[in-house]
């Protein structure tokens, strides 16, 4: 919490370092920018020095003189194209820069996704991430395109237009150069306001974000209830509010740009008068006017866009305080170093094992289980009891809080988590589809499965015959919420186990959506396929476990009955209850 | 994008004023350059230093006004666009929610919301700077070419050949580049989609430690949008150097051809500077246009993005007006040869569908994983409508009733168990506001949730996290029943929503709707031969057919299919007691 917070507050100055450290790989396309940026800036200041001394050449009747303006003009036809070739590469090099650069951040804030614990996902609403990952990245990619591209020029024709003015007229020069501060001291003040109204706009639009996310993605539950309206309302409620805040933001961060061009025309009447004057006394020609003159204009404009880019970045910089909140957050403990666990027998010891998610509600309190190799382990117990918990510290999706778990005398601590994972076959009651073809979901726990492979394994979990019937069999494009049904999508899932065969299994309600006479045959593929592996099954259906070596009955986070079906059966107790219940008339 | 105008309609004053201040201010920049020439051809060349302080102060108070009428556009065109992007937010979520199951499907999640976030920021960007910029540049460029007129015919025809030139590049790279935000659009639904899939399923990847092929599959995309933008700035790059060589050429030609003009007295030194600023002025204004361009040509590709959202019409239609006579003594519910398909291909889901439910009977719906119950009772409150045949409640075709009618009727349990971000209560009063907190601890009663939601820390005020992460399975389909119960409606459809149901709580679930909800028809679809034999109905689908619709016993005699899902549920002893049981 503590680090989220400092993150927010994270100074303008430090978040555009970060973000310029990301800019390092192109560090390439960086230089050519800047050496692209001042060659055209500077051909865009040469031209008008040209055009000045074309005009100075063209006096009055028959004072015209074509043999000196000819010159001048082929010199001024050869900066001009000079200066837009590498007008062209710079813009080249900003866009690849840029691009380059917003993906790297992109997948930087990805992969923290994949990093963080379990916990992270768990509690923060997903539209509010996923508004990160995409329209965060964009304000920062909008703004680090205008920033590259204008404040660069935009530098560089300041100090040379100065360069200009005062190797043509000093006093002249010093009036631009006093009017200067004026319009930063605004660009400044302004972009000093936007800031705090674009995190507001950032924060509610990941607002909007998540909200949208959970009513559209639940859209039927939604329908069912006739909600329509409701929701309608609280997308109002923050719509409204963003229509608030976005006026100001908008509005602030637009008083720059009329702002500094009023200053420009102060500074364009100041050069006019003093210019004037001067001509009048004699001090320069009407030439080196009119020079002096598309100079004040020249010099302006940058400033102009300046500020314009400092409000872009304004709001670029609150989306990246939320990307970088997000890329900073802890990581799971770093399991580099970790012994890869192999060749696993399947031994299971959970020692003294307490865990809670939340520290004031402790749910499972000094657990202690001995799996042999080979065994099979049902959880039984009602709902809320800590079933599932127990399947997220055997995987180490949460950390335990006290004891410890081992697996073949090896502290599940102490190895690396892919190795541990891998060498569980997990099956869970919430089924989990991405998009892509039938196969590439089969074989999602190993890519190289050949296709004889994957159709033995949907034949083993009973997928075989209706993704056959499917329009393109295999090669079937599905997503979590295309035509197929829930138990179809369970079915995937074991087949997706099935394949990988790993020598530990976790099955948590994995049948619970499969009707009762493929349970049947798949609980076979299962005995089959767990000959010899431990596992650990959350079932329901009784009826599904009665073979298990070990029933633990679970109730309220601890173990109240171990033992198998007949002697718990005859012991009478939690279990036993719970048996008959199946059997009792309604 | 022509057809999101009517977004704007709320904002017709801001629209036109805007551009009439911007007009204002434009019209002012443009007279600048001619004080200029004034001061120079008059104040220098006469000497006359008092005018030269009269025309430096018109040059001040110029500024002055421009800035007023700048910000009074500013503010317009804030207020217009961010509302525009409010409404247009508003419209399309409303949008959303009129369409049937069908359509959403068919946009997906991801999509929508991207459509609804990130393309409808772009259009705000671009209605700002229709505002503001639009018609200054345009203006700027045709005012300056008419001042160019005024100066000096001749000269002025350099203006009319730039124009169409400048024009033309425009338009060249606008339809070049169109394409490729689009495809960009596409490509950020596709960043969303993975980011939702991986936030879905972060157990299923971690479990198979595919952490690295999914960084890989979302870097993937991540290059394929750079690579497409990078391809799509290459293009746009090009706008502004070609029109600055272009108009730079034309200073040129007017330096030299004025040249003439000038050698030959029609025309004084002050006039050639005059015009090479305006030619500066199109050039400046150009700049503007070019960034334009791009933020025009993203935004098209957003407008249409967002235009075939509101372009898909719900397949299932609303009759809000309707007034339907209902028939008391009608089968609550009946199904006629209904035929249902969900793509066009013929192939069905559903085939020749014929049954009836009395009002207060509890039937239940078994079948095969992918047989059709969903499916089935999908139909009833009308989240797809039937392809032929029909379905009715109280004796009324359920294509006659306002959806609210009909939905306030039937309270929906659906097999995903969802709960929604916000209190206890809030999600328990989803049925309708006059829920008092009495109903709802009730309902929680009637689905055996009040034991654990009393040990809430907040009761009903606990903060339920979005999809209810914070509770456990069985917890979660538990108060998604009893937020159906808590609507008392007159039918009750229960998805398979007490799978993660012990036994136990499961049997008491249902003792408690029978004596609690009498009059309630239920609809219970359940892989459980236990669940479904004391039903008063069964329906046993296969394959989407009917296999045979009757009582526990009736069945068991009778449909084999039915005989065998008890066998394998139950040993054959039991099945053969309870047979008997049945016949004594």
Known sequence: MKNKKSQSDMSSFKVLSRLLRFTKPYT??????????????????????????????????????????????????????????????????????????????????????????????????HGDIISRVVTDIDTISDGLLQGFQQLFTGVVTIVG???????????????????????????????????????????LRGKVTALAEEYIGNQKVVKAFCYEDKTEQEFENLNSELYTVGVKAQFYSALTNPSTRFVNGLVY????????????????????????????????????EISGVITELQSAFASARRIFAMIDSEDEVSDAGNKVLTDVKGNVRLDDVSFSYLPDRPLIQHLSLDVKQGQQIAIVGPTGCGKTTIINLLMRFYDTVEGSISVDGNNIKDVTRDSLRLNYGMVLQETWIFKGTVKENIAYGKPDATDEEIINAAKAAHCHSFIKRLKNGYDTVISDNSGISQGQKQLLCIARVMLTMPPMLILDEATSSIDTRTELKIQKAFAAMTKGKTSFIVAHRLSTIKGADSILVMDKGKIVEIGNHEELLAKGGFYAELYNSQFKKT | MFKLVRFLKKYKIQVILGPVFKLTEAVFELIVPLVMAQIIDVGIANGDSKYVWKMGAVLVILGVCGLCFALICQYMASKASQGFGTELRRELFHHINKLSHKELDELGTPSLITRLTSDIN??????????????????????????????????????????????????????????????????????????????????????????????????????????????????????????????????????????????????????????????????????????????????????????????????????????????????????????????????????????????????????????????????????????????????????????????????????????????????????????????????????????????????????????????????????TIARAIALNPEILILDDSASALDFATDSRLRTAIKENCKDMTVFIISQRANTVKNADKIVVLSDGKIEGVGTHRELLKSCEEYCEICLSQFSSEELEKEINDDEE
């Open chain 1, 269 to 304: 009447a100041g050069v006019g008068i003093f210019g004037a004057m001067n001509a009048i006394g004699g001090g320069i020609s009407v030439g080196q006017l009119s020079c002096f003159l598309s100079y004040a204009n020249q010099y302006t404009k940058p400033f102009n």
């Open chain 2, 122 to 479: 772009q259009l705000q960007v671009a209605v700002a700077m229709l505002i503001r910029l639009v018609v200054r540049a345009p203006f700027l460029v045709i005012g300056a070419t008419i001042m160019s007129f005024t100066i000096d015919i001749k000269l002025s025809l350099i203006f009319v050949i730039v124009i169409p030139l400048v024009a033309l590049v425009l338009w060249l790279v606008t339809t070049k580049t169109i394409p490729f935000y689009k495809t960009i659009q596409k490509k950020l639904d596709k960043t969303s989609l993975i980011t939702r899939e991986n936030l879905v399923g972060a157990r299923a990847v971690r479990a198979f430690s595919k952490q690295e092929h999914e960084q890989r599959r979302f870097a993937e995309n991540a290059d394929d949008i750079e690579k497409t933008a990078v391809r799509a700035g290459k293009i746009s790059a090009l706008l502004s150097p070609i029109n600055a060589v272009i108009l730079n050429l034309a200073i040129v030609a007017i330096i030299w051809f004025g040249g003439f003009s000038v050698n030959a007295g029609e025309l004084t030194q002050g006039e050639v500077i005059a015009l090479v600023n305006y030619m500066n002025q199109i050039l400046l204004a150009l700049v503007v246009v070019a960034n334009l361009v791009v933020i025009f040509t993203k935004s098209a590709a957003s407008a249409a993005r967002v235009n075939e959202v509101f372009d898909t019409k719900p397949s299932v239609t609303d009759n809000p007006e309707n007034v339907v006579n209902t028939d008391k003594s009608a089968p609550a519910v009946e199904f006629k040869n209904v035929y249902f398909s969900y793509h066009d291909n013929g192939e069905y889901a559903l085939e020749d569908i014929s049954f009836a439910v009395q009002p207060g009977e509890t039937i239940c719906i078994i079948g095969g994983t992918g047989s059709g119950k969903s499916t089935l009772i999908n139909l009833i409150p009308r989240f797809y409508d039937a392809t032929s045949g029909s379905i009715s409640v109280k004796g009324v075709d359920v294509k006659e009733y306002p959806f609210k009618l009909l939905r306030k009727m039937i309270g929906v349990v659906p097999q995903k168990a969802v709960l929604f971000s916000g209190t206890l209560r809030d999600n328990m009063k989803w049925g309708g506001e006059n829920i008092t907190d009495e109903d709802i601890n009730q309902a929680l009663k009637v689905a055996q949730a009040d034991d654990f939601a009393e040990k809430l820390p907040d009761g009903l005020d606990s903060m339920i996290l979005q999809g209810g992460k914070n509770l456990s399975g069985g917890q979660k389909q538990r108060l």
């Open chain 1, 28 to 125: 390439f396309y960086l230089v050519f920018t800047l050496i692209s940026s001042v060659v055209s800036a500077c051909a865009t200041l040469y031209a008008p020095v040209l055009i000045g001394q074309a005009v100075d050449y063209i006096i009055d009747i028959n004072n015209v003189d074509f043999d000196k303006i000819l010159p001048i003009i082929i010199q001024l036809i050869i900066v001009v194209l000079t200066g837009a070739a590498f007008q062209w590469f710079m813009g080249y090099c900003t866009n690849i820069l840029t691009q380059r650069t917003v993906r790297d951040l992109r997948v930087t804030a990805f992969n923290k996704l994949e990093k963080v614990p379990l916990k992270y996902i768990d509690t923060t609403p």
């Open chain 1, 161 to 203: 237009t100065l360069c200009f003015m005062i190797s043509i007229n000093v006093s002249i020069a010093l009036v631009v150069i006093l009017i200067t501060p004026v319009s930063l001291f605004v660009a400044s003040t302004i972009a000093r306001l936007c800031s705090k109204k674009f995190k507001e706009q950032a924060q």
